[in-house]
């Protein structure tokens, strides 16, 4: 035990998805692929100041100095018995974007009060109580697996690490994105997601037919055209990409264009640029 | 595709282990405990020379510039349809002293061909090949899966990932190792491995209830002399060890010691120093 701990989790840009509802949270999921990123959220857990009340209110989870509603965190530290915990994250990704900040901030929590509080979870534990925690809350339904593992995840089958499966495309390309907003994960999730389910299936399996970078980002771009969930924004930056010989796709659920390689550079965009996170979540220091 | 491709895969160091053989050598494996280190290897496979004939003999595999026979690394090329392919391999950690060497290059080769012979498969189709290869040449049972998922990876159910089930102790410690020798895994093996296999599950369920880096040592300490696997040397040196107030155990199946933090090097020893490989294997240049 210590008094602080920090953890590192990627960011993780779905590119295609089904959704697999399940009234158990750790059989609950998402099938699909995505990216985890370099870029992601560094996460600080600390025991409660000595003489804090209960009574001073729920503890203080902070998003870049900012105090912020994190119902995944709360989650997370419910489920570890943890409730003082405080929680400080720091990211330069934006939040509702499609970047799964949600779930790393939960995912990271769960790492570092594990240290903290020496809760004795193992890795699996503490990705199962975090991934539990974001399907409750309707934020998110695979960034958490997606980012505990990294590289180029692909989710096989829905839920935490006891009932779900995964595999990866054996490649670190060079990462471009650009965001240009947000959209809400829990209106997509809580409408019909059968048409974007059959998409997200018929996408899955193509890609594992042939897992590649250049595959994943066609698929992702086939699957948001006919889920009918690109923005216009997403769309005219993808034609553009499309024109200059490159390919781009829609980041799952934000009004977010992500690429391998230089294909928005080169479209004459400025895009955030960063690497394939090949490690996953885990401490950095306690 | 490309000229030649280049990865990483990390060396591992199990701590205790059951066997579970199977005809199938998808399902054939271990369980088990072990360590990803940040000492392993690095294997590029390039397309053979121009003018080459088939009748020149088998593709060349080197190991530090030797060339070798491994045949786990002939079952990889095999399993792959790649029999031209010529492997290199460089690495500071010695062969046959359990650092899961043969595994690696295996590993490695068959995520380097994959990229130079354009081969498509999915990460865990490149870690089956390897697993199997190992599994059929006699010379390892979990190493390849350990080796792919990096960290401190726990072997929950045996055999390649579509059949297999990792999980990890959430930690990062320093590493300290200590060569004096070989021992022959095929021998161990070989022979009747009933009561090391009763040993291992023991330990296995011991380490999932408190999975912790000094709980992995002490139950690997425990398991090698409930196996009778311990070398003289290495009951001396971990005798020293723990006279030092530290702990250390022996690596499975070699004449080598490893502890964590400086457990080695406070008992007055000059270990070889590394990190855990958080990472696990994958393309560092193709």
């Known amino acids: 035990m210590t008094d602080e701990a920090t953890a590192f989790v990627p960011g993780h ?23 985890a990123l370099s870029h992601g959220v560094r996460v600080t857990v600390r025991r409660p100041d000595e003489g804090r009340e209960t009574t001073d209110g729920p503890p203080r989870t902070t998003l870049n100095g900012e105090s912020v509603p994190m119902p995944p965190v709360d989650g997370v530290r419910k489920r570890l ?16 974007s499609g970047f799964g900040v949600s779930g790393a901030v ?32 309707g934020t998110g339904l695979g ?13 096989l089958e829905p839920g935490a690490p006891e009932h779900g499966a995964m595999d990866g495309v054996p490649a670190r390309p060079r990462v471009e994105y650009l965001t240009f907003g947000e959209v809400s994960t829990e209106a997509v999730l809580s409408g019909d997601t059968r048409s974007l389910t059959r998409a997200g299936e018929r996408s899955l399996a193509d890609l594992r037919d042939r897992p590649t970078p250049a595959r994943l980002v066609a698929l992702s771009r086939r699957f948001a055209r006919e889920a009918e969930l690109t923005t ?11 024109a200059a010989g490159g390919d781009a796709a829609m980041a799952m ?13 080169d479209a004459g965009y400025d895009p955030a640029v960063c690497e394939v996170h090949p490690t996953g979540s885990g401490l950095v220091s306690e």
């Open 13 to 35: 840009v779905t590119g295609f998805f089904s959704a697999h509802p399940h009234e158990n949270p750790a059989r609950a999921g998402s099938r699909g692929a995505g990216v």
């Open 81 to 96: 018995g943890v409730p003082d915990a405080a929680v400080e994250a720091e990211t330069p990704l934006p939040l509702g």
């Open 106 to 137: 939960a995912l990271g929590t769960a790492y570092a009060a594990n240290a903290v509080f020496g809760r004795r979870l193992s890795e699996n534990g503490l990705v199962s109580a975090a991934h539990c925690a974001e399907v409750e809350a």
């Open 143 to 155: 960034d958490v697996v997606g980012q505990a593992r990294g590289g180029l995840p692909i989710r």
């Open 232 to 242: 216009d924004r997403v769309e005219s930056a993808v034609a553009d990409v499309r």
């Open 253 to 265: 659920l934000g009004d977010t264009v992500f690429a391998f390689g230089t294909a928005l550079s």
